[in-house]
T-cell receptor, first 110, second 115 residues
């Protein structure tokens, strides 16, 4: 059974701070996704990773396949970044199970 | 404008009612998904449709019945639901099926309350 653990569960930061959210998983995967969910429920897919690093604006996502770990970084954080950030992985093999983390609630204060 | 539209946004129904949730995408995608998000629980994938064919059913109770008449529309028919089915139901689409491929576009969800 694939376990996906995110840390921290809750994070409060001041505007401008550099933020890191972590995701660890326990089995081999074909891809890892980072999602952003705003209050009210709407979800935006931020990144899909299978190796290395991706950057989009102030967001950077990295993955270390050997260590089964991914990080999402936000540079120069802003109050509009306040949301729940969710990690999701698709496991390898015939089961190809899709497992979601419980999310990290980020609050950026002005 | 997300490109994926879900209706209704809110739904309150009794356990004996029959209702349907609707999802429509204008992105030209071929895969569509239903997810359930219960309070304080991780997101759960329910169904996947790829080119109108169901490719995944993650042990969802039969009181939830999906329908995909074409690649742009997805329905979730509800009947004889239980209070624990109260949740946010999210629809998503992607160019092709499977989470190992392209990122998905999500709708804003339907918040369902079962009385």
């Amino acid at each position: 059974k694939n376990e996906v653990e995110q840390s921290p569960q809750n994070l409060t930061a001041q505007e401008g701070e550099f933020i890191t959210i972590n995701c660890s998983y326990s089995v081999g995967i074909s891809a890892l996704h980072w999602l952003q969910q705003h209050p009210g429920g709407g979800i935006v897919s931020l990144f899909m990773l299978s190796s290395g690093k991706k950057k989009h604006g102030r967001l950077i996502a990295t993955i270390n396949i050997q260590e089964k770990h991914s990080s999402l970084h936000i540079t120069a954080s802003h109050p509009r970044d306040s949301a729940v950030y969710i990690c999701a992985v698709r496991s390898l093999g015939s089961a190809r199970q899709l497992t979601f983390g419980s999310g990290t609630q980020l609050t950026v204060l002005p | 404008e997300t490109g994926v539209t879900q209706t209704p946004r809110h739904l309150v129904m009794g356990m004996t009612n029959k209702k349907s949730l609707k999802c429509e995408q204008h992105l030209g995608h071929n895969a569509m998904y239903w997810y359930k998000q219960s309070a304080k629980k991780p997101l759960e994938l329910m169904f996947v449709y790829n080119f109108k064919e169901q490719t995944e059913n993650n042990s969802v109770p039969s009181r939830f019945s999906p329908e995909c008449p074409n690649s742009s529309h997805l329905f979730l028919h509800l009947h004889t639901l239980q209070p624990e089915d109260s949740a946010l139901y999210l629809c998503a689409s992607s160019p092709e099926g499977g989470w190992g491929g392209q990122p998905q576009h999500f709708g804003d969800g339907t918040r369902l309350s079962i009385l």
